[in-house]
């Protein structure tokens, strides 16, 4: 399992564009089980409401964890995703 802490810098937080996008990610890696954790709740990457219910603002540190096929890689998009979004 592989996993990387990040914090969420968009002034909007992650909504339903950056979720959606999180969402195409995460089934990219089919052959990995990709999960969030935020404020004890784990919620699948491959879920949009659910990733959404965690209600991601801005300064909220996120968990990004993989397991399985290419895990790392997996991992490694997400969290420079979730940096990347300045919206």
Not at 15 to 29: L, T, Y
Not at 34 to 49: D, E, F, N, Q
Not at 69 to 87: H, K, Y
């Given at each position: 399992?592989?996993?990387?802490k990040?914090v969420?810098?968009?002034p909007?937080?992650?909504?339903?564009?950056?979720?959606?996008?999180?969402?195409?990610i995460?089934?990219?890696?089919?052959?990995?089980a990709?999960?969030?954790?935020?404020g004890?709740?784990?919620?699948k990457a491959t879920?949009?409401?659910?990733i959404?219910?965690?209600?991601?603002?801005?300064?909220?540190e996120?968990?990004?964890?993989a397991?399985?096929?290419d895990?790392?890689g997996?991992?490694n998009?997400?969290?420079?995703l979730?940096?990347?979004?300045?919206?």
């Amino acid at each position: 399992m592989t996993t990387e802490k990040v914090v969420v810098m968009a002034p909007n937080g992650l909504h339903a564009r950056p979720a959606g996008e999180i969402v195409r990610i995460a089934k990219s890696f089919a052959d990995s089980a990709v999960t969030l954790t935020c404020g004890g709740k784990t919620v699948k990457a491959t879920s949009m409401l659910s990733i959404l219910s965690l209600g991601l603002k801005k300064g909220t540190e996120v968990e990004v964890s993989a397991d399985g096929g290419d895990e790392a890689g997996a991992v490694n998009a997400l969290v420079n995703l979730i940096q990347s979004v300045t919206e």
